[in-house]
């Protein structure tokens, strides 16, 4: 496939290890009691199209995260996946919206970051993950996800 800049190249392949990073953590879902973890899919609106393969379009609208499921007794989990091997996870890598979001699903059912590294897929209670100190300018180490990373729901 040919990509018409740099950045373009780049948004690909991190666009094919976001896809594998979410593979894996439905895997590790399903593992940990997660009934029919589904992608929860993301509207892009295409405006043109070119021979060469790309394309220029935007996002419709946000998501509440990446994938969608239920526990055996039907209360909601939603998950959001990052998939970032070389460094701590920071609060920046998150969209703005998605905080909230994760935030605002904890209230009522059960919300989970899933942390896809070289080393290990970490699943965490989001409430767990800003207990330890995860906000705008701080990040989360490794250690501490191994710390609040659960293994069963």
């Known amino acids: 496939m040919r990509y018409k800049s740099q950045a ?20 590790r879902l399903k593992s940990i009691g997660v009934l ?19 394309m220029r379009g935007f996002w419709k609208k946000k998501v509440i995260g990446d994938i969608y499921g239920h526990t055996e007794n039907g209360i909601s989990v939603l998950a959001e996946v990052k998939n970032i091997s070389d460094r701590n996870l920071r609060w920046s890598d998150f969209k703005s919206h998605q905080p909230p979001f994760l935030s605002q699903h904890a209230e009522k059912a059960i919300s989970l970051l899933v942390w896809v590294r070289d080393s290990g897929v970490y699943i965490m209670y989001w409430q767990d993950v800003l207990s330890m100190g995860f906000r705008p300018g701080k990040g989360l180490t490794e250690k501490q996800a191994k710390k609040i990373s659960i293994e069963r729901l």
């Not at 896809?19 to 895997?27: D, H, S, T, V, W």
């Open 36 to 54: 029919m973890p589904q992608e929860i899919a993301t509207p892009f609106v295409i405006l043109q199209r070119k021979d060469g393969g790309w």
């Open 8 to 27: 373009s190249r780049r948004s690909g392949i991190n666009n094919k290890m976001g896809k594998q990073g979410e593979k894996l953590a439905i895997n």
